[in-house]
């Protein structure tokens, strides 16, 4: 059971715009920042998002996080086929003191 | 940037390994690290986290008392120490570097290794 909690699945076709909820609590979102992290298949992880809306470089301007209250959203547009992965949201939980994440939500493009 | 693990491979349940994670490419003695695993077929999981100085270090619950996090900033190294495993610790096993935010708990992971497998027999 993640403490963060993400939808297992979601899909859309390429072009459309899909969305990723993230929720939480008032010990980690409410009061952190959120990050996004990305993993195709049979590869690491790859921050995608931090600081709840911020872009890494190299990251296209497709990928968009919010944050709102004690929830987060990652937010793709114009999808690819590449954007098939894993997606896991994180915070810093302050009753744990420690980095959580969410179970994470497998993208399939259609 | 690079993050390299070593040290995984098949043990038997109560047995033990050392994990390490061989940094280059920056100040490794400027930045916290982190250990996260991902068990086959599940998601991410943190263990464990360790000052960039060493003095202070974290244990998610499902692995206190059982394994130690170190590190050696003149080899930019860090270590896990895994005791008494458990079936249910195979996973592959994810270092990771700690950036910080506009605060430490607003830090995220830039740099990932590529991880190492860790399988425990019963």
């Known amino acids: 059971q993640s403490v963060l909690t993400q939808p297992p699945s979601a899909s859309g076709t390429p072009g459309q715009r899909v969305t990723i909820s993230c929720a939480g609590s008032?010990?980690?979102?409410?009061?952190?920042?959120v990050n996004w992290y990305q993993q195709p298949p049979g590869t690491a992880p790859r921050l995608l998002i931090y600081?709840?809306?911020q872009r890494p470089s190299g990251v296209p301007d497709r990928f968009s996080g919010s944050k709102s209250g004690t929830s987060a959203s990652l937010a793709i547009s114009g999808l690819q086929s590449e954007d098939e992965a894993d997606y896991y949201c994180?915070?810093?939980?302050?009753?744990?003191?420690?980095?959580?994440f969410g179970g994470g939500t497998k993208l399939t493009v259609l | 940037v690079q993050l390299v693990e070593s040290g995984g491979g098949v043990v038997q349940t109560g047995g033990s390994l050392r994990l390490s994670c061989a940094a280059s490419?920056?100040?490794?003695?400027?930045?916290?690290m982190h250990w996260v695993r991902q068990a086959p077929g599940k998601g991410l999981e943190h263990l464990a986290f360790?000052?960039?100085?060493?003095?202070?270090?974290y244990y998610a619950d499902s692995v206190k008392g059982r394994f130690t996090i170190s590190r050696d900033n003149s080899k930019n190294t860090m270590y896990l120490q895994m005791n008494s495993l458990r079936p249910e610790d195979t996973a592959v096993y994810y270092c990771?570097?700690?950036?910080?935010?506009?605060?430490?708990?607003?830090?995220?992971?830039?740099?990932w290794g590529q991880g190492t497998l860790v399988a425990v027999s019963s």
């Open positions: 360790i000052g960039y100085d060493g003095s202070f270090k």
């Open positions: 008032t010990s980690n979102i409410g009061g952190n920042t």
């Open positions: 490419g920056f100040t490794f003695s400027g930045h916290g």
């Open positions: 990771a570097r700690w950036d910080s935010g506009a605060n430490d708990h607003s830090g995220y992971y830039l740099y």
């Open positions: 994180a915070a810093w939980d302050d009753s744990l003191n420690g980095p959580v």
């Open positions: 600081s709840n809306s």
